[in-house]
């Protein structure tokens, strides 16, 4: 068995597993709900500090979304993935928490510009200098220019997906993930020919 097919039934098993802790949780049982948070928690986490750009409010999206899920499991298809519905509820809400931010003007306030000192889910690079831009560039982006490339590129979801999130049409949503690309790479540019002329130089450390 290769590993695509592998792949490919470990998502069917968790899939199959997520739909049963659903009817159980339906049924009355609140531990089987716990078991949904415990699987997919994680990767919640990681999409929401993603697009926030910190602790402090993924983990209050992390929690609010399971809240949110927990409250609409009734409308919760059987058909549809668990894991899908539930990080498309936290890709809403962390939006909505960017935009209100943005409108208390948070934003502006030089405190929330400076890092929380805790370690990111997974490095982003292998250097710490264009971890640093890269996450400066995702924080100049838009909150629906971020969204699309944290979820189109980072998370491999489909355009169709991005676009619910976003309420916009596909091909508006293409446009945004195109424009999210271009402005990084400008952003990333300088940081990425200084790295290529030390490296040239044999002085890269």
């Not at 695509?4 to 470990?10: I, N």
């Not at 990767?43 to 983990?59: I, Q």
């Not at 949110?68 to 990080?87: E, H, I």
Request: proline share 2%; glycine share 6%; with cysteine.
């Amino acid at each position: 068995m290769n590993r695509m097919q592998q792949s490919v039934e470990s998502t069917q098993a968790i899939a199959e597993s997520d739909a049963i802790a659903v009817e159980r949780t339906l049924a009355g049982d609140r531990d089987a709900y716990r078991v949904l948070v415990e699987r997919h928690s994680h990767n919640v986490f990681r999409l929401a500090y993603r697009m926030t750009g910190n602790r402090h409010d993924a983990e209050e999206v992390v929690q609010e979304a399971f809240l949110r899920g927990y409250q609409k499991l009734g409308q919760f298809a059987a058909r549809s993935n668990f894991g899908t519905w539930v990080y498309r509820i936290a890709a809403n809400y962390a939006i909505d928490r960017m935009r209100q931010r943005d409108r208390d003007g948070m934003e502006n306030d030089p405190l929330n510009r400076v890092p929380d000192g805790a370690p990111t889910p997974e490095r982003l690079t292998q250097s710490i200098e264009l971890r640093k831009q890269m996450e400066r560039a995702l924080a100049a982006l838009s909150d629906a220019e971020r969204t699309a490339f944290v979820m189109r590129h980072w998370e491999g979801c489909g355009i169709e997906e991005i676009a619910g999130v976003l309420k916009s049409s596909s091909n508006a949503t293409k446009n945004t993930v195109f424009r999210a690309v271009q402005k990084l790479r400008r952003a990333l540019q300088p940081v990425v020919e200084t790295r290529a002329q030390a490296r040239a130089m044999g002085t890269e450390s």
